[in-house]
Nanobody
């Protein structure tokens, strides 16, 4: 079983950038696809992006394409989410999640979850 811990959230002005990290422990993350999801108050959890176990396949929600970039460093057991050109509507709790091998775009296809990190974008 793999444990996931997110970090890097915070308060940023619109147009700014943040980089989130998802650190894995318990097992190597190298055999897992990792996704990022977010949930704003009063809204359902939504898919943001995902990366396959080798990093050769990625998936992005339309709302973040061209602004967010997912990457991974299996040697560090960590997946990153670089968020640029942030907007107020990006404000949410961001979660990373893991599943075996290939990317998926819905939350119920992921088996392991972190506790989340808050991202707040002020306009």
């Amino acid at each position: 079983q793999v444990q996931l811990v997110e970090s890097g959230g915070g308060l940023v002005q619109a147009g700014g950038s943040l980089r989130l990290s998802c650190a894995a422990s318990g097992r190597t993350i190298s055999s897992y696809a990792v996704g990022w999801f977010r949930q704003a108050p009063g809204k359902e959890r939504e898919f943001v992006t995902a990366i396959s176990w080798r990093g050769d396949d990625t998936l992005y929600a339309d709302s973040v394409k061209g602004r967010f970039t997912i990457s991974r460093d299996n040697a560090k057991n960590t997946v990153y989410l670089q968020m640029n050109s942030l907007k107020a509507e990006d404000t949410a709790v961001y979660y990373c999640a893991a599943r075996s091998w290939v990317v998926a775009g819905t939350w119920n296809e992921y088996d392991y979850w972190g506790q989340g990190t808050q991202v707040t974008v002020s306009s």
